[in-house]
């Protein structure tokens, strides 16, 4: 089975360019989270999508990100204009159903704003 | 080496000791906490987690210790291998279901030969 993807796995942009990262979690997961690690500091919680609907959008920055999973299976994070403090790792995570505990992380995207 | 009391950001220890990673949770109502290993290029891993009603849970070589007194979490690592060289996180939730973990600091653990 395979695990969660994220893609791109780097991406540079200049800032005030657009970027979006997608998701794919694993099939049949209906719970999908999007984490960010900024600067080596911790892993902070952006959003939560069960299915295609957003259940917690409570840690989303600003809005310059913007979040969409339709069809309730891939995910997309699209940061627009993105800046630099947008820099950091794009984590996604996937959990097959609510009481199901372990969340299995995607290998998460670097973006670097320039 | 090992290492106990306040969280460090790194820990360095020869392979074959104990490794002793501690981590301060932010929520008395949390009741499921869960230790991620991360290593360079890849997500967070699931190590071995803990419900709030136990204080001591062990996986193979792996052992985490729960204080709600003080709000406090530590991850064992016997006999530390160098593939054991990571960042390690403490994640905690106030549910166990259907809400996102709130991840405490990472500590980056560096084992020699």
């Known amino acids: 089975e395979a695990g969660v993807t994220q893609f791109p796995s780097h991406s540079v942009i200049e800032k005030g360019q657009t970027v979006t990262l997608r998701c794919d979690p694993i099939?049949?997961?209906?719970?999908l989270y999007w984490y960010r690690r900024v600067m080596g500091k911790e892993i902070k919680f952006l959003l939560h999508f069960v299915k295609e609907s957003k259940q917690d959008e409570s840690g989303m920055p600003n809005n310059r990100f913007l979040a969409e999973r339709t069809g309730g299976t891939y995910s997309t994070l699209k940061v627009q204009p993105a800046e630099l403090e947008d820099s950091g790792v794009y984590f996604c995570?996937?959990?097959?159903?609510?009481?199901?505990?372990?969340?299995?992380f995607g290998q998460g995207t670097r973006l670097t704003v320039v | 080496g090992e290492s106990v009391g306040l969280h460090l950001p790194t820990l360095s220890v020869q392979e074959g000791d104990n490794s002793i990673i501690n981590c301060a949770y932010s929520?008395?109502?949390?009741?499921?906490f869960i230790w991620y290993k991360q290593e360079s290029g890849k997500g967070p891993q699931f190590i071995i987690d803990i419900r709030s009603n136990m204080d001591k849970r062990q996986g193979q070589r792996v052992t985490v210790l729960l204080n709600k007194t003080v709000k406090h979490l530590s991850l064992q690592i016997a006999a530390t291998q160098p593939g054991d060289s990571a960042v390690y996180f403490c994640a905690e939730k106030f549910r166990p279901a259907g809400t996102a973990l709130i991840f405490g600091k990472g500590t980056t653990l560096s084992v020699s030969s």
């Open positions: 099939s049949g997961h209906d719970n």
């Open positions: 929520n008395s109502a949390s009741d499921y």
């Open positions: 995570a996937s959990i097959l159903l609510t009481g199901r505990t372990e969340a299995f």
